[in-house]
C-alpha cells in the first residue's frame, strides 16, 4: 500500500472541509452577496429547449469574474432546433465548424431581472463537415457563465 505525503493529506482535508462544511468562511463570503447560486440557470430564467440536459454547474473562484458555469448537453439530432432556440431568444451566434469542431463565439445576454449571463455552444471533436449530418455527432455542449464579481 502506498502512503500519501503529508502535503497532499492536507490538500485532501482542506477540500474535504469546503465541500462538507456548509458555512465555510472562504466559500461563504465569496458567495454570499450574489444574487443568483450555481444551478440550471436556463431553467431559472425560463430560456432551455426541452431538448436539452443540464449535466452540472460548477464554482471557477481561479477565474477572472469567478464565474459560476452550467453545462448542458444535447444530441447532435435536435443541436439544429436548439441552435435556432438560442439565435431567437438570445442571440446566440451561428455555430461555425472551425477545425475538428461546430463552435459559436460567446454571445452575452440580459435575464429579465437585469443579471448578465454569457452562451456558447460547441460540439464534440468531428470529421461531419456539413450542418445536415449534425445527426452523426452524439453530443454538443451548451456552457452557460455568469460572473460573481465585478472587473
Given at each position: 500500500?502506498?502512503?500519501?505525503?503529508?502535503?497532499?493529506?492536507?490538500?485532501?482535508?482542506?477540500?474535504?472541509?469546503?465541500?462538507?462544511?456548509?458555512?465555510?468562511?472562504?466559500?461563504?463570503?465569496?458567495?454570499?452577496?450574489?444574487?443568483?447560486?450555481?444551478?440550471?440557470?436556463?431553467?431559472?430564467?425560463?430560456?432551455?429547449?426541452?431538448?436539452?440536459?443540464?449535466?452540472?454547474?460548477?464554482?471557477?473562484?481561479?477565474?477572472?469574474?469567478?464565474?459560476?458555469?452550467?453545462?448542458?448537453?444535447?444530441?447532435?439530432?435536435?443541436?439544429?432546433i436548439t441552435e435556432g432556440y438560442f439565435i431567437?431568444?438570445?442571440g446566440l451566434n451561428r455555430l461555425q465548424r472551425?477545425?475538428?469542431?461546430?463552435?459559436?463565439?460567446?454571445?452575452?445576454?440580459?435575464?429579465?431581472?437585469?443579471?448578465e449571463f454569457s452562451i456558447t455552444m460547441v460540439?464534440?471533436?468531428?470529421?461531419?463537415?456539413?450542418?445536415?449530418?449534425?445527426?452523426?455527432?452524439?453530443?454538443?455542449?451548451?456552457?452557460?457563465?455568469?460572473?460573481?464579481?465585478?472587473?
Amino acid at each position: 500500500m502506498k502512503l500519501v505525503s503529508p502535503l497532499v493529506a492536507a490538500c485532501l482535508f482542506s477540500c474535504l472541509v469546503l465541500v462538507l462544511v456548509p458555512d465555510t468562511p472562504a466559500l461563504t463570503r465569496t458567495l454570499e452577496s450574489f444574487p443568483i447560486g450555481c444551478g440550471d440557470f436556463l431553467a431559472e430564467i425560463r430560456k432551455k429547449p426541452a431538448h436539452l440536459s443540464y449535466i452540472g454547474c460548477s464554482y471557477l473562484p481561479d477565474r477572472q469574474g469567478k464565474p459560476l458555469r452550467a453545462i448542458y448537453h444535447v444530441s447532435g439530432r435536435f443541436a439544429a432546433i436548439t441552435e435556432g432556440y438560442f439565435i431567437k431568444s438570445i442571440g446566440l451566434n451561428r455555430l461555425q465548424r472551425s477545425c475538428c469542431q461546430w463552435d459559436s463565439a460567446a454571445r452575452q445576454f440580459k435575464d429579465a431581472k437585469g443579471r448578465e449571463f454569457s452562451i456558447t455552444m460547441v460540439s464534440e471533436p468531428t470529421t461531419v463537415t456539413s450542418r445536415t449530418a449534425w445527426r452523426g455527432i452524439s453530443t454538443f455542449e451548451v456552457v452557460v457563465e455568469t460572473f460573481t464579481e465585478d472587473f
